[in-house]
């Protein structure tokens, strides 16, 4: 299945700016579904990783109060074309996603 | 008995060594106990062992000041602190204070953003953990609609 992240990386000078959004619901288990009545189970991204090269430069922890479709926005210095960008997450139901893209 | 004493003293400085390595970012464990809290204070014992921090005005904090969609909140943090290690997220009147916490490497700039739920009208904590201490700031958002989807 295609990946269900975007990622826009910009580069200027040594500084990459990495802008990424991630489709995904991030259920927090609270809210009930308005046709049954019957609370949606809780589902959302735990953790989330970006790596320049296979390096970490990013490990996030989420909760469910992140919002639905979580953007997040970094800077990391020493970057230059050719790195390879990697976004990757699991989520609270052991579902994975990733994308990888090269700075331009 | 006194050889003993003195491998675990080369141990104990082989381990300080180590330490004293640039920081490698390593994957932490999903720190449940604190996502799970229900006092902000609780929260921040259980991430970062104190619930103590330093107010700091070198902590930028930008959030709206009124949010008509409590569901969707931007927020932005950058700092001018250095040596950060982690950024986290913090909503005092939220059912689980704790938002989001972001482990940065030593090259990425402590400068992040992201979008958050917010139940009601709280104060939203900027929490910015470097090698010196644990420094903070906040600012109140106000909620006209909230987002958690009781």
Redesign the interface.
């Known amino acids: 299945m295609a990946s269900k992240i975007k990622v826009k990386a910009k580069l200027s000078g040594d500084?990459a700016e990495i802008k990424t959004l991630m489709l995904h619901p991030?259920?927090?288990g609270?809210?009930k579904d308005p046709d049954t009545g019957a609370l949606v189970p809780m589902h959302h991204i735990?953790?989330l990783?970006l790596t320049?090269n296979g390096?970490?430069?990013?490990?996030?922890?989420?909760?469910?109060?992140?919002?639905?479709n979580?953007?997040?926005?970094?800077?990391?210095?020493?970057a230059k074309a050719g790195d390879t960008l990697k976004i990757s997450w699991v989520d609270n139901l052991g579902a994975t996603d990733e994308l990888e893209t090269v700075l331009g | 008995m006194h050889a003993g004493r003195r491998l675990v003293l080369k141990g104990g400085i082989a381990l300080a060594a180590l330490v004293s390595f640039p920081r490698i970012l390593l994957a932490a464990a999903w720190p449940d106990k604190a996502f799970s809290s229900t006092t902000a204070g609780q929260a921040m014992i259980d991430l970062l062992g104190t619930d103590q921090t330093t107010p700091s005005d070198q902590i930028r904090l930008k959030v709206p000041e009124i949010a008509e969609n409590g569901a969707v909140v931007p927020v932005t943090i950058s700092t001018s602190l250095e040596n950060v290690e982690s950024i986290s997220i913090v909503v005092e009147n939220n059912p689980r204070p704790l938002v989001a916490t972001f482990e940065i490497s030593p090259e990425t700039l402590p400068d992040i953003s992201s979008r958050i739920k917010m139940g009601e009208t709280s104060d939203v904590m900027a929490v910015v953990k470097t090698d010196a201490g644990i420094f903070s700031t906040s600012k109140q958002v106000k909620v006209t609609i909230g987002g958690c989807g009781g």
């Open positions: 500084i991030m259920e927090t609270a809210r735990t953790q990783t320049k390096e970490p430069i990013v490990v996030a922890n989420l909760s469910t109060a992140v919002a639905k979580p953007y997040f926005s970094c800077k990391v210095r020493g």
